[in-house]
């Protein structure tokens, strides 16, 4: 069971304010009975609750996708430089969102943000290895040894080696990239290819998980999950 309040506001992406005077105006009905008790009752998976003469949906949790552009760091705090809070609009800002998990300043791509924190906790917790694929740059040309390292681990000064990565090399010039990883130590690919003797020169996120990066996301763009991503990103954290 739900407050007609929280329903409306969450449906409708409403403040609980907005969401009252919505409500309080008599454009909302639960079962086709007129409601305008902000406080009533209702049960989300089988109540029909129309607004405007529009079927609403309940959704428990909010997914937004992120192409982050370089020059933002990734918190949700006040800070002195401009963070990826920043690029939301006003909307969204009243939602409790938080980024799942880092993106350096410089690094770009894909960034989820969501306000469900026991999936972002599965995602990110060590035990449950989920997969984030970069592309990358080196400013030294890379080599099958490089990668063969990567399979097997790399020390990057922490208590252990990295855990098994794939590196694929696709440029002529060997300097460019992907690389997918399990795990999201502070830096972790650049360290890793410091463990190599070699720098990153860019960075950019692609995929996490089942989410890839939209190519029609330009930089510094946000929209919502489709209900076919949710899902999916749903079931996927239920299977890992
Ligand atoms: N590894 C890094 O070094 N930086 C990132 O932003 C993400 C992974």
């Given at each position: 069971m739900i407050r007609l309040d929280k329903y409306i506001a969450s449906a409708l992406t409403l403040t609980r304010k907005e969401a009252h005077t919505v409500i309080r105006q008599g454009r909302v009905t639960?079962?086709?009975?007129?409601?305008?008790?902000?406080?009533?009752?209702?049960?989300?998976?089988?109540?029909?609750?129309?607004?405007?003469?529009?079927?609403?949906?309940?959704?428990?949790?909010?997914?937004?996708?992120?192409?982050k552009p370089a020059g933002y760091i990734t918190?949700?705090?006040?800070?002195?430089?401009?963070?990826?809070?920043?690029?939301?609009?006003?909307?969204?800002?009243?939602m409790n969102l938080f980024p799942v998990g880092r993106l350096d300043k410089d690094t770009e791509g894909l960034l989820l943000l969501t306000d469900n924190g026991v999936l972002a906790h599965r995602m990110l917790s060590p035990k449950h290895h989920v997969d984030k694929t970069y592309y990358l740059e080196s400013d030294i040309p890379m080599t099958d040894d490089d990668a063969d390292a990567f399979l097997k681990g790399v020390?990057?000064?922490?208590?252990?080696?990295?855990?098994?990565?794939?590196?694929?090399?696709?440029?002529?010039?060997?300097?460019?990239?992907?690389?997918?990883l399990c795990e999201g130590k502070f830096h972790q690919i650049k360290r890793m290819l410091n463990a190599v003797g070699k720098n990153v020169t860019y960075l950019e996120r692609v995929a996490f998980a089942s989410l890839t990066l939209p190519s029609e996301l330009?930089?510094?763009?946000?929209?919502?999950?489709?209900?076919?991503?949710?899902?999916?990103l749903e079931n996927f954290n239920k299977s890992e």
């Amino acid at each position: 069971m739900i407050r007609l309040d929280k329903y409306i506001a969450s449906a409708l992406t409403l403040t609980r304010k907005e969401a009252h005077t919505v409500i309080r105006q008599g454009r909302v009905t639960v079962d086709s009975k007129p409601v305008r008790d902000i406080g009533f009752k209702l049960d989300e998976t089988s109540s029909t609750v129309v607004c405007d003469g529009v079927a609403l949906t309940f959704q428990k949790f909010r997914y937004y996708i992120m192409n982050k552009p370089a020059g933002y760091i990734t918190s949700t705090e006040e800070e002195r430089e401009p963070t990826v809070m920043d690029l939301l609009p006003e909307r969204l800002l009243k939602m409790n969102l938080f980024p799942v998990g880092r993106l350096d300043k410089d690094t770009e791509g894909l960034l989820l943000l969501t306000d469900n924190g026991v999936l972002a906790h599965r995602m990110l917790s060590p035990k449950h290895h989920v997969d984030k694929t970069y592309y990358l740059e080196s400013d030294i040309p890379m080599t099958d040894d490089d990668a063969d390292a990567f399979l097997k681990g790399v020390d990057i000064g922490e208590k252990n080696i990295t855990l098994p990565a794939r590196l694929v090399i696709d440029s002529e010039d060997n300097r460019r990239g992907h690389i997918t990883l399990c795990e999201g130590k502070f830096h972790q690919i650049k360290r890793m290819l410091n463990a190599v003797g070699k720098n990153v020169t860019y960075l950019e996120r692609v995929a996490f998980a089942s989410l890839t990066l939209p190519s029609e996301l330009e930089r510094g763009e946000v929209r919502e999950l489709t209900p076919e991503e949710i899902e999916t990103l749903e079931n996927f954290n239920k299977s890992e």
